[in-house]
């Protein structure tokens, strides 16, 4: 039996197997009360630190309920001989259709529209919008979410782009995605960017005001759409104050973002700027991701205490 430590909630029914499998399962407020568990499930908000991880003596796995790994020390961990792993696809669907909500929100304008109607103001004449139909849309990483948002825009009529220095010319292809050197060239031809890459050293502020002054306003097809970004990956990679300038000089149309730097984000500026809506980083957060991922997650514990080593550990240097 192993003592299992839920920081972030965890749904029922994967709990009860966990039970049912013989673990203990406990829910915590803070992950400084984990020494003595075996394992701890976390989603985004809690943070295992140096210090967090030093303190856990016994802990064998963290378990990420979700896809990034940014709220981990991964090098505290491997150091410490714990296993990370994460459940990588388990949200996919509900990623890939909150960034099409947000692509669709942010050319029809249909936040600044509710914000007017409520206000009182019927702003038909101002709020004129533009198709996603014969646009370039250009990804930042194209793994699974990105090709599962691929696949819808390219059904709307999108060409697709992408930058992703990890990917194989082959998979780009049999999506009919156009893969670009550098991150400047992708820029420099697509007017809807959307994000789907980890945040790391190399992408963090990877659309700032020198990337976003690149991209084109003018659509494949001719018409003036303007420029937009779109981000449901993480926090960082998307400079917010050089992205609220943007929308302030009239580099960018539009920004939606489900992720911040800093979070929970209440006060930055971005925020109160009209051609700027967002969510409270609700990637994940739908009944059906929630039950996969919770049964990803039991599934992957059970397996692990049962000597299986796990698919998705993302530190395998503690397998050597």
Same mark, same amino acid.
């Given at each position: ?23 203990? *399962? %406990?829910?915590? %407020? ?10 701890? *499930?976390? $989603? ?15 802990? #064998?796995?963290?378990? $990420?309920?979700? *896809? ?9 961990? &491997? ?44 702003? +038909? ?9 014969? @646009? ?7 793994? $699974?979410?990105? #090709?599962?948002?691929?696949?819808? /825009? ?29 991150? %400047?060239?992708?820029?420099? !031809?697509? &007017? ?5 890459? !980890?945040?790391?050293? %190399? &992408? ?5 005001? $020198? ?37 302030? !000089? ?33 990637? /994940?957060?739908?009944?059906? /991701?929630? +039950? ?18 796990? +698919?998705?550990?993302?530190? @395998?240097?503690?397998? !050597?």
């Amino acid at each position: 039996m192993a003592r299992i430590a839920v920081t972030d909630g965890m749904a029922d029914d994967a709990v009860l197997i966990l039970q049912e499998a013989g673990h203990e *399962v %406990e829910f915590l %407020e803070k992950n400084d009360q984990i020494n003595g568990f075996d394992a701890v *499930v976390i $989603r985004s908000a809690t943070k295992m630190t140096n210090q967090a991880i030093s303190s856990a003596p016994s802990l #064998q796995i963290i378990g $990420r309920a979700g *896809v990034g790994v940014d709220n981990i020390d991964l090098v505290a961990a &491997t150091n410490a001989g714990i296993l990370v792993c994460n459940t990588p696809s388990s949200s996919t669907q509900s990623v890939v259709e909150l960034t099409i909500g947000h692509l669709l929100a942010s050319t029809r304008h249909i936040p600044a529209a509710d914000r007017d109607l409520r206000s009182g103001q019927w702003t +038909k004449k101002n709020l004129k919008g533009t198709e996603l139909y014969g @646009k370039r849309l250009g990804f930042i990483g194209f793994g $699974r979410i990105a #090709q599962g948002v691929g696949n819808v /825009a390219k059904a709307l009529g999108m060409e697709l782009h992408a930058y992703d220095p990890y990917l194989p010319f082959e998979i780009a292809n049999e999506h009919g995605c156009k893969l670009h050197k550098n991150v %400047e060239d992708l820029f420099r !031809n697509c &007017t809807h960017i959307s994000v789907h890459c !980890n945040l790391t050293d %190399e &992408t963090h502020h990877l659309i700032n005001s $020198r990337t976003l002054s690149l991209m084109p306003g003018l659509g494949a097809d001719g018409t003036n759409c303007g420029n937009h970004i779109v981000s449901c990956a993480r926090g960082g990679i998307v400079n917010e104050n050089d992205v609220l300038e943007a929308l302030q !000089n009239g580099t960018l149309s539009s920004c939606a973002l489900d992720v911040f730097e800093s979070e929970p984000e209440t006060s930055h500026l971005i925020l109160q700027h009209p051609k700027f809506h967002g969510t409270p980083h609700l990637g /994940a957060a739908t009944y059906e /991701a929630q +039950k996969r991922i919770g049964f990803e997650m039991a599934n992957l514990l059970i397996n692990f205490f049962n000597g299986i080593t796990p +698919k998705s550990v993302v530190n @395998k240097d503690v397998l !050597n």
